[in-house]
């Protein structure tokens, strides 16, 4: 038993040394670099001071917020959207599973920078949706939908979606039918056997899936970049602000540091209520 666990273990090895190798490793370094620079340049105190200071700044604490709160509701729009969607593919005959999957999984065979850019075409004043709604009368002027919060949460909703339903696809799929079908032979009807049987089930891939999608619009870029407006700046965008206009890499460290601090914050209190075991969607033996 003990050496079918070290080889399982070894299975492991090429996917550590590669995380170590691609994120760990640089991160470590920019880190170091960076925050090394920021301690020589003013000490150890006035450094530590320099990014208090920083990190209590309006701006990126308006950041943050912005951060969080567009995440929030990224997350909640793709479970919507994504939960009837999973539970019709976890169903579907091996025609209509295919293509409905084929439909989720081939725009990414494209650029996320293509796909956004597609639909700033689509959303903008002169666009394909703002002609329809104008021309079937529903409104008389065109939308306000791209350069604001309303273009973020769509471009970024389109974008992580995939990641919602493909693991709440993975979570359904394993629920055993057959509850349901005791469920109904005892007496329970449609909305009590799905609220009181099936969506407790599906809970480790909402929660799952919720997670990811939150962890990654937390630190989501170019759908913001180039559907936001002025107003709507995530942190990730003022980290790129400072490394590559004002070259101000100590200050992108402490933001990035913070922005890293409070996803694993989030990760380990999903784990210390959740479990480590809910994420993958098994139990714990």
Same mark, same amino acid.
């Given at each position: 038993?003990?050496?079918?666990?070290?080889?399982?273990?070894?299975?492991?090895?090429?996917?550590?040394?590669?995380?170590?190798?691609?994120?760990?490793?640089?991160?470590?370094?920019?880190?170091?670099?960076?925050?090394?620079?920021?301690?020589?340049?003013?000490?150890?105190?006035? !450094?530590?001071?320099?990014? !208090?200071?920083?990190?209590?700044?309006? $701006?990126?604490?308006?950041?943050?917020?912005?951060?969080?709160?567009?995440?929030?509701?990224?997350?909640?729009?793709?479970?919507?959207?994504?939960?009837?969607?999973?539970?019709?593919?976890?169903?579907?005959?091996?025609?209509?599973?295919?293509?409905?999957?084929?439909?989720?999984?081939?725009?990414?065979?494209?650029?996320?920078?293509?796909?956004?850019?597609?639909?700033?075409?689509?959303? #903008?004043?002169? #666009?394909?949706?703002?002609?329809?709604?104008?021309?079937?009368?529903?409104?008389?002027?065109?939308?306000?939908?791209?350069?604001?919060?309303?273009?973020?949460?769509?471009?970024?909703?389109?974008?992580?979606?995939?990641?919602?339903?493909?693991?709440?696809? $993975?979570?359904?799929?394993?629920?055993?039918?057959?509850?349901?079908?005791?469920?109904?032979?005892? #007496?329970?009807?449609?909305?009590?056997?799905?609220?009181?049987?099936?969506?407790?089930?599906?809970?480790?891939?909402?929660?799952?899936?919720?997670?990811?999608?939150?962890?990654?619009?937390?630190?989501?870029?170019?759908?913001?970049?180039?559907?936001?407006?002025? !107003?709507?700046?995530?942190?990730?965008?003022?980290?790129?602000?400072?490394?590559?206009?004002?070259?101000?890499?100590?200050?992108?460290?402490?933001?990035?540091?913070?922005?890293?601090?409070?996803?694993?914050?989030?990760?380990?209190?999903?784990?210390?209520? !959740?479990?480590?075991?809910?994420?993958?969607?098994?139990?714990?033996?």
């Amino acid at each position: 038993m003990s050496a079918a666990r070290n080889g399982y273990a070894l299975l492991l090895l090429p996917m550590l040394a590669l995380l170590t190798l691609v994120f760990l490793g640089p991160l470590l370094w920019f880190l170091i670099v960076t925050l090394g620079q920021l301690i020589d340049q003013r000490g150890l105190a006035d !450094g530590l001071a320099y990014a !208090g200071k920083v990190l209590a700044s309006r $701006a990126v604490v308006q950041s943050f917020v912005t951060t969080l709160r567009i995440s929030v509701i990224v997350t909640f729009g793709c479970l919507v959207i994504a939960y009837p969607l999973a539970y019709f593919l976890s169903r579907a005959s091996k025609l209509a599973f295919n293509l409905v999957v084929l439909c989720v999984i081939v725009p990414y065979f494209t650029s996320v920078i293509v796909r956004t850019y597609a639909w700033m075409v689509l959303l #903008g004043s002169k #666009g394909l949706i703002n002609d329809a709604l104008v021309s079937s009368g529903l409104v008389t002027e065109p939308l306000d939908l791209l350069y604001n919060e309303r273009g973020i949460l769509i471009g970024m909703i389109y974008v992580l979606l995939p990641y919602m339903v493909l693991t709440l696809y $993975a979570a359904m799929k394993s629920i055993d039918p057959r509850l349901m079908q005791a469920a109904r032979g005892m #007496g329970a009807g449609g909305f009590t056997t799905f609220w009181k049987i099936y969506f407790p089930l599906s809970l480790p891939g909402v929660v799952s899936g919720g997670l990811i999608v939150f962890i990654l619009a937390v630190g989501y870029f170019i759908t913001p970049a180039l559907m936001g407006g002025p !107003g709507d700046i995530m942190i990730a965008m003022k980290i790129q602000h400072e490394v590559e206009i004002m070259l101000n890499w100590p200050l992108a460290a402490v933001m990035a540091l913070a922005l890293l601090v409070v996803t694993l914050l989030l990760f380990f209190i999903y784990i210390a209520f !959740g479990g480590l075991n809910s994420l993958i969607g098994s139990e714990p033996e």
